[in-house]
DNA sequence: CCGTGTCTCTAAACCGGTTTAGAAGGTGTG
DNA sequence: CACACCTTCTAAACCGGTTTAGAGACACGG
């Protein structure tokens, strides 16, 4: 069946579609033929402009509707000088992508206000430096979007220079660490993270350590400055924390080291994301600890999977598709030229699960690593 | 400092870079002017056409690059009619995406194919239906794209037939199961499956278990035969194979029934994605066997979060980043009209780990899962 | 010396919209 | 009745490229 058809329509693939006399589209030329004005009224009439009787309006609709005309994104997109397109430039590598639940559910977000707007998301991923920089210059040369989504921001991010004086719109997740000319959609993590360190504290935890992300992205670093806060706020030093670049084996050989210190170690450990709480389960278990029992953990993100892990993991959880909503509606507003301003998100909400309980008695030495 | 900032230059922020002399970017008028030729001759040496004179050539190139010129991507689309835009529209629910590394690496390959091509990847999500055939029907209506990567293949895939109708060109990822005007890209997971199976064999087992995807889908089908092929090559007889939606929700779900079997319950299972295998392995960790002694476990996907579990995952590996690049310069080829044909991707390889061991003398009954 | 062919180049049309300048006609006002 | 003004509409320019038709110069062969 299958290469019945491929050799009688298609001797060779051209993986475009059989030539299916595809009616030449109409243009607004035909439009303005059929309702019999010119072409500028069809225009006019199409983005209901004033100048156009209500009459004419109605029977340049009607030809419209009966040839099924379509205005030309490309040929509006030339005279009017926009894109109908935002970008997105994910700035980590593969890998630490890969298992991060946040872009999808924000993507996710991003697209639940397209569907109105007829725009698009233009996705594109380059590890921070030269390549970063280079990639929003290509997009901002070809004019590829109105703007674009800066995520993951860093201290003294280069990108809020680049990205204005390219000439693009753009929206900040997070505040800046300095001035921006662009809005931003923020969410109080501090908060999430205080939450996470307070209930272990009334858990009765005294040593609680952080696996912090990278401490040059902005969240990372506030997250690691929230839980030293939170942590002298509820009486206890803060351990050090170990810092990390978001990674799973990153995560793991985190908890390797703070387990290291024997009678010295954490009975609690606050991640800063839950790919790492994940890993740094494995960890503690394969060093013969028992979750909870031994050792508290907690995640962020509240990813699906942590719900479904022995035990399952106590996580910050975020609203990532309403970030990404939010910030799609900012940006857009920002493009049209409205009054924009910065927007706060609700506050992450602390989801307790099994990972977490009363903290031990004595803290029991981790065993040495098993195979 | 940053509210200084704020209030200064931007009292009430646009999302615009402020008006910073951008300086007017120069036309193919401009480069002609300075050359003192035509713009036709221009855009003849840019494109390098025959009928322009080396010198004249190098004359309008010095001009051109003097001035910084890049021709308008926006002004070319139009008179070429491309877009250099490639499509990808996901149709899974968020959920199910979210910790599938697939699409990250996937798309992590295509984009190394653009680097060159100047070339843009759109993203878009929509579950499968009428959303979905919008979606396509609306890259298509807006010239979004030049052509579209097919993912996720189903039965009788209607995907297929629209896209050829809109005339998009397209690649799929993996055989259709009816003609198909569109050249594939494919690894044999089947052979993945086996060699997973093969292993189980090998260890001893005799009860394997699967935990396909949905049958609806061609690779959760595919996977689902050559699971029970194998076993049957291997002189064992398959347990039936669960369906499921690859969540890990689902995954779980999978598990609890397969272990409520008590004695008859199987001593390995081969999960068709990592996700559910991760979950898989909480579920029977609960009930309190032990993984890989009670139960062996594989996946498929090789996650990098496979490898830090406890104990970790042995899974199928196949090369998602290659797929993606082999897909992309397939399909980069397919819209420029030259001759192509189907690509089969390199065997996918079993990373052998932890959670599989020989078969238990006599499985042990799952207790009742604890809360 | 003339017709033909080749090479280099230009003018103008074209892609399909938007936008500006202004024409034509009707109404209101002094 | 003349003038201003508003409404409705059109012609033409414009966005910034590509492409076609053909002009002009030159070499070559008969």
Redesign the pocket.
């Known amino acids: 069946m299958t290469e019945d058809a491929r050799q009688a329509g298609h001797p060779e693939q051209s993986g475009r579609a059989g030539h299916s006399g595809q009616a ?9 033929r059929r309702a ?9 009439a ?2 209901d ?9 109605d029977r340049i609709l009607a030809a419209a509707r009966e040839l099924g ?4 994104l ?3 997109s ?4 926009r894109s109908y397109a935002l970008g997105l430039v994910i700035g980590r590598s593969v890998d630490v992508i890969a298992a991060d639940p946040f872009f999808h559910a924000f993507i996710a977000g991003v697209e639940s206000e397209f569907s109105t707007a007829g725009q698009v998301l233009v996705l594109t991923r380059a590890t921070p430096g030269r390549e970063e920089a280079a990639t929003y210059r290509g997009l901002a040369a070809d004019k590829r979007v109105d703007g674009v989504f800066l995520t993951d921001l860093r201290a003294d991010d280069d990108r809020i220079r680049l990205v204005s004086e390219l000439g693009l719109a753009a929206v900040t997740l997070g505040r800046p660490d300095i001035p921006s000319p662009f809005p931003s959609v923020s969410v109080d993590d501090g908060r999430g993270i205080r939450a996470a360190v307070d209930h272990l504290i009334a858990l009765g935890h005294r040593r609680i350590a952080h696996v912090a992300g990278p401490s040059n992205m902005l969240h990372g670093r506030r997250r690691a400055e929230a839980f030293a806060a939170a942590a002298r706020a509820g009486g206890v030093e803060p351990m050090a924390a170990v810092e990390t670049d978001f990674s799973a084996v990153d995560g793991a050989r985190a908890t390797r080291e703070l387990l290291a210190l024997g009678t010295e170690r954490p009975t609690a450990i606050v991640y800063s994301n839950d790919m790492m709480a994940l890993a740094g389960l494995a960890v503690a278990q394969r060093a013969g600890l028992r979750v909870p029992l031994d050792l508290s953990i907690t995640g962020f993100d509240n990813t699906e999977l942590g719900e479904h892990t022995f035990p399952s993991i106590t996580s910050v959880a975020t609203d990532a598709a309403e970030w990404g909503a939010r910030s799609a509606r900012l940006l857009l507003a920002a493009i049209a030229e409205e009054p924009v301003g910065d927007i706060e998100l609700a506050e992450p909400r602390l989801v307790i699960r099994e990972s977490t309980a009363a903290a031990p008695a004595a803290p029991v030495a981790a065993a040495p690593p098993r195979t």
């Open positions: 030449a589209r109409p243009t607004i030329t035909d439009v303005a019999g004005v010119s072409k500028s009224l069809v225009s006019f199409l983005n402009r004033p100048g156009v009787s209500a009459e004419t309006r005309w379509t205005p030309s490309r040929a509006r030339l005279s009017v000088d």
